[in-house]
């Protein structure tokens, strides 16, 4: 049976913030939901940074950019998904992302938000084990 857990990296914030590592290495897939409010001009920059350790105890492994995150940008492909290290947003809304844990096995992530000029600033995490 497939269980969820929703866990909250950026909680409103009004300038360039990096989240806790948040453990994932129990998951399938991970979905993240960024949203970017209170829009005057500028953007806000979500990425994903993803770590292993070989010590279940850890909660700083070293963390890497993660170029991986999937989108369903119409691209190329036959598919329309993109792999991507994270989204833009220069207005207000919101942008779905995935992380396939199966695939791309880490343990850890995390989402930095980098602002410019202004926003308000939040990234939801869906883990589905």
Known sequence: ?????VVKLLDGVTATTTSNNVYVGDCKKVAFIVT?????SGNSVFT???????DPTATAPTMVALNVIE???AN??????LRTT??????DGSSLLWLDIEKFPVEYVNCTVTETTDGTHTCWMLKIK
């Open 36 to 40: 970017r409010a209170d829009h005057g």
């Open 48 to 54: 994903f940074k993803g770590g292993m350790t070989p």
């Open 1 to 5: 049976m497939r269980t969820t857990e």
């Open 71 to 73: 989108t369903n940008v």
């Open 76 to 81: 190329t492909n036959s598919q329309t998904i």
């Open 86 to 91: 994270g989204a833009t947003l220069a207005a």
